[in-house]
């Protein structure tokens, strides 16, 4: 799963390299925490968050497949 996040954000920003996906586990569900350079936050999330949207309804449908609960979170790269 985290490697479908990664895949699809570093397709969309400006500086694959800064990308840092990270996955922690809270209460029984996953969230994955997008960490990308602030120059590329805007391509993430698009106008009104509709790329951000279209992120978490693509991995949610992936891991419905495996019964898992799923959550896309994304922050600048100075953020934690």
Same mark, same amino acid.
């Given at each position: 799963?985290?490697?479908?996040?990664?895949?699809?954000?570093?397709?969309?920003?400006?500086?694959?390299?800064?990308?840092?996906?990270?996955? $922690?586990?809270? @209460?029984?569900?996953?969230?994955?925490?997008?960490?990308? !350079?602030?120059? /590329?936050?805007?391509? =993430?999330?698009? &106008?009104?968050? $509709?790329?951000? @949207?279209?992120?978490?309804?693509?991995?949610?449908?992936? !891991?419905?497949? /495996?019964?898992?609960? =799923?959550?896309? &979170?994304?922050?600048?790269?100075?953020?934690?």
């Amino acid at each position: 799963m985290k490697e479908l996040v990664e895949f699809i954000v570093k397709a969309l920003v400006d500086n694959p390299d800064s990308v840092l996906i990270e996955e $922690k586990f809270e @209460n029984e569900e996953t969230v994955f925490y997008v960490k990308v !350079a602030e120059s /590329d936050l805007g391509r =993430v999330i698009g &106008k009104q968050g $509709k790329i951000a @949207n279209s992120i978490r309804t693509i991995v949610k449908a992936a !891991a419905i497949k /495996d019964k898992k609960s =799923v959550y896309v &979170k994304i922050v600048s790269g100075d953020e934690a």
